[in-house]
């Protein structure tokens, strides 16, 4: 059964940076279109990365310039870079295909931007 497993997150101040990643226990992770999404107790889950088979990336307006998603596929790892963080930036970041697939959600990592 295919896992993907979160890390990366944490607390740190507005305009500070962090790198997500998301490591999957099988390369199916490097055969789908993946992406981050970011959920908060009063917004429902939202993508904020995606990165397409062949490669290349996408990004809502409110990240655009500031986060980046990458793939390694040696390590069956997705990343994202993300870059003068912002309060409102704060969630639990999942990773998932893009579209989300139910079976694929993890226990997702926690951003907490504040000062």
């Known amino acids: 059964q295919v896992q993907f497993v979160e890390a990366g997150g944490g607390l740190v101040e507005p305009g500070e940076s962090l790198t997500l990643s998301c490591t999957a226990s099988?390369?199916?992770?490097?055969?789908?279109?993946m992406a981050w999404y970011r959920q908060t107790p009063t917004k429902q889950r939202e993508w904020v990365a995606q990165?397409?088979?062949?490669?290349?990336?996408n990004y809502p307006d409110s990240v655009k310039g500031r986060f980046t998603i990458s793939r390694d596929t040696a390590k069956n790892t997705v990343y994202l870079q993300m870059n003068n963080l912002r309060p409102d930036d704060s969630g639990l970041y999942y990773c998932?295909?893009?579209?989300?697939?139910?079976?694929?959600w993890g226990q997702g990592t926690q951003v907490t931007v504040s000062s």
């Open positions: 099988t390369s199916v992770i490097n055969l789908l279109p």
């Open positions: 998932n295909s893009h579209p989300p697939t139910q079976k694929y």
């Open positions: 990165i397409t088979r062949p490669e290349s990336t």
